[in-house]
């Protein structure tokens, strides 16, 4: 259990900075990478997870809730290389623990390697947005079934991959969350993620932002349940099929 909760910090840390980072380095004013758009921004969240699961390897690089959650319902046993971590309650909490904790830290160092840039002058909504996701078009029903679409996809691919000779690894993983964003992130900012957008909501409620606004959490709990019915319905068909 040690080993979950150092790794899975780490690695789900590494995961929100470089992501956060990303979005922060296009949207906020200043920046080099000021208007960088979409595009850029579902690579830097690609690439994210791919430094992220290479830091969490040992520990499966769950970096995910939903991942945690899917793993589960496909009857997996939880991945550390060597042997099988069991599937149990305990190295569940310790899971959903490290991320959550690593997806708020990772969020503070984001916030930090940019601070002067979040001392100028913005919109609270773009502030909000380097930490948490938002709806384009706000439907709670809608976009929520846009993130279980999101997170079904993530969690199923991901399962079907362990069956694939190709042994792309991270790299399969990465490229998969830019095509999900590409493809279904323009309505929600696909959290895909509860970790993700929970932890740095909170960090974002916390840290001494100027202008910085309400953390929107009346739509917060969408990015939470959205991905854990997503990833649970991944892990249940994969296991149906399997």
């Known amino acids: 259990m040690g ?4 790794y899975e910090i780490m690695g789900t840390a590494m995961l929100t900075l470089l992501g956060c980072g990303v979005v922060a380095n296009v949207i906020l004013p200043k920046n080099k990478g000021f ?6 921004i579902n690579f830097g969240w690609g690439l994210a997870v791919f430094a992220g699961v290479y830091v969490a390897a040992k520990t499966g690089a769950h970096l995910n809730p939903a991942v945690t959650l899917g793993l589960a319902a496909s009857g997996a046993d939880f991945y550390d290389p060597g042997k099988a971590i069991p599937v149990n309650f305990g190295n569940t909490i310790a899971y959903f623990a490290a991320e959550m904790i690593g997806a708020f830290l990772g969020a503070v160092l984001a916030w930090a390697a940019h601070k002067q840039h979040f001392d100028e002058d913005a919109e609270p909504a ?3 947005a380097v930490f948490s996701t938002g709806p384009q078009i706000r439907n709670p029903l809608w976009n929520t079934v846009t993130e279980v679409l999101g ?3 993530l ?3 991901i ?7 190709s042994g792309l690894g991270p790299l399969a993983v990465a490229l998969l969350v830019v095509s999900i964003g590409a493809s279904l ?3 929600t900012g696909y959290a895909i ?19 910085k606004g309400s953390s929107d959490w009346s739509y917060s709990w969408v990015p939470v349940v959205g991905p854990l019915l997503g990833g649970a319905l991944g892990g249940l068909l994969f296991l149906g099929i399997s």
Do not use: E
């Open 35 to 40: 208007n960088g758009g979409w595009l850029l």
């Open 3 to 6: 080993d979950i909760f150092l």
């Open 151 to 153: 997170t079904f996809v």
């Open 193 to 211: 993620n509860p970790a993700r957008d929970l932890g740095p909501r909170i960090a974002h409620a916390l840290l001494p932002i100027p202008g």
């Open 155 to 157: 969690i199923f691919v």
């Open 159 to 165: 399962l079907m991959f362990a069956g694939s000779p």
């Open 185 to 187: 992130g323009g309505p």
């Open 126 to 128: 773009t502030k909000l």
